[in-house]
């Protein structure tokens, strides 16, 4: 499968550890995306890189949160210091600069207890 | 402040009949109007998509009709089957920006036989 891949799938942890995602785009992909999804709403946008370089970040982005992609390939979304506000899905897409069609992964579910 | 509106929040079609979704924008720069679907645990999945440009675009049993002067899209599902049942969100992106999306609330479809 040459999808986009997220690991792990799920993640259950205690309030105030940290936690940290992977995200592998389709090999050619040079875009990347964050976003989170809570249950019965819409993805909503974190960030995005082009490359290696953060190119945004929305307001939903709070300190806690840090995403990187270091070499331009895969990317990791770390959370820290987590609160059950965090629960969510986080979803990780990519797509070519020069294309609108942007595909998801499958999500990794957080779980803040 | 909610930039692409999407209603009905659910939708009940007995098998063979048209379901329909509508969204609406405010935000004239987007320029790209896909709608993703996705099931129970996985990841959204890019469905069919249109550019302002055209009025109606139609892949198989999928049919996007889009209205700029109105600033509203609706998906058509013809010959709805009980395997389409899923949620169903529009998106819009602005030209340029890095194809960040923004979505809908979402569309919970149910297909009955």
């Known amino acids: 499968d040459t999808g986009v891949s997220q690991d792990p799938r799920h993640k259950i942890t205690k309030r105030g550890q940290n936690v940290t995602f992977r995200c592998d785009p389709i090999s050619e992909h040079n875009r990347l995306y964050w976003y989170r999804q809570t249950l019965g709403q819409g993805p909503e946008f974190l960030t995005y890189?082009?490359?290696?370089?953060?190119?945004?970040k929305s307001r939903l982005l709070s300190d806690r949160f840090s995403a990187e992609r270091p070499k331009g390939s895969f990317s990791t979304l770390e959370i820290q210091r987590t609160e059950q506000g965090d629960s969510a899905m986080y979803l990780c897409?990519?797509?070519?600069?020069?294309?609108?069609?942007?595909?998801f992964g499958e999500g990794s579910w957080l779980t803040v207890v | 402040q909610q930039q692409v509106k999407q209603s009905p929040q659910s939708l009940i079609v007995q098998k063979g009949g048209i379901s329909i979704i509508n969204c609406a924008y405010e935000?004239?720069?987007?320029?790209?109007f896909p709608w993703y679907q996705q099931f129970p645990g996985k990841g959204p999945a890019l469905l069919i998509a249109i550019r302002p440009d055209v009025s109606e675009k139609k892949e198989g049993r999928f049919t996007i009709s889009f209205n700029k002067s109105a600033k509203q899209f609706s998906l058509h599902i013809m010959d709805s089957q009980p395997g389409d049942s899923a949620t169903y969100f529009c998106?819009?992106?602005?030209?340029?920006?890095?194809?960040?999306?923004?979505f809908g609330t979402g569309t919970q479809l149910k297909v009955e036989l």
């Open positions: 897409a990519s797509s070519l600069v020069v294309s609108n069609t942007i595909y």
């Open positions: 998106a819009a992106s602005p030209a340029g920006g890095g194809n960040k999306l923004t």
């Open positions: 890189f082009q490359n290696e370089a953060q190119l945004e």
């Open positions: 935000n004239t720069a987007f320029d790209y």
